[in-house]
């Protein structure tokens, strides 16, 4: 599974677009790009999937450039429940069952 | 339609003493994962298990822990002897089938304190 870098943590304001970007150099051609969310004292939720352009969905949108070495997550007009720990995962979705979990990035949304 | 249901939430075991960690899968869910996380770190792979076998174990400790996933009832993770170092909280997942791309639902997790 191929190794993703993102920033420990970032700091917004409520009602901003709030972009987080992960680093993986090493993606390889069947590797999916998954992105999760962990409140405190919960278990991580699925927030989006993709392998490549721009995905959206109801909550999110992830920017997968044409190299695939980085992915974008954007959340758009933040609020005070969107602080929480975001993390990043990549590997093949088919044979991969392991989820590796990096550090993630800890997102706080100030008022 | 509950979600993986995990119990107990909290539980707090003397050194020396076992803990006994419980996931029920969702619904039509016959693949179960064990993940523990320390304090301000991702979570870790522990094992995979399918009903009545363990299909990968590569994450867990290779002594004191112990994991099953019987035809009926819920997944067991079994914690003998317990550490201070076993203090942690334990997530559970579960999927349709085998591969990340059909979607895990986790728990809400146990925090095992040990004292």
């Known amino acids: 599974l191929a190794k993703t870098t993102q920033p420990i943590s970032m700091d917004s304001y409520e009602g901003q677009e709030v972009n987080i970007t992960c680093s993986h150099n090493n993606i390889a051609t069947n590797d999916y790009i998954t992105w999760y969310q962990q409140f405190p004292s919960q278990g991580p939720r699925f927030i989006i999937q993709g392998y490549k352009t721009k995905v959206t969905n109801e909550v999110a949108s992830l920017f997968i450039p044409a190299d695939r070495k980085s992915s974008t997550l954007s959340l758009p007009r933040v609020s005070l429940s969107d602080t929480a720990v975001y993390y990043c995962l990549v590997g093949d979705m088919d044979s991969s069952y392991k989820l590796i979990f990096g550090s993630g990035t800890r997102l706080l949304v100030r008022p | 339609n509950a979600g993986v249901m995990q119990n107990p939430r909290h539980l707090v075991r003397r050194r020396g003493q076992e803990a006994r960690l419980r996931c029920s899968p969702m619904k039509g869910h016959s693949h179960v994962y064990w993940y523990r996380q320390l304090p301000e770190e991702g979570l870790k792979f522990m094992v995979y298990l399918q009903k009545e076998n363990i299909i990968d174990e590569s994450g867990m400790p290779k002594e004191r822990f112990s994991a099953e996933f019987p035809k009926e009832g819920p997944s067991i993770l079994r914690i003998q002897q317990v550490v201070r170092g076993d203090s942690a909280a334990y997530f559970c997942?579960?999927?349709?089938?085998?591969?990340?791309?059909?979607?895990?639902?986790f728990g809400s997790g146990t925090r095992l304190t040990v004292v």
């Open positions: 997942a579960s999927s349709p089938a085998s591969g990340s791309n059909y979607g895990y639902t």
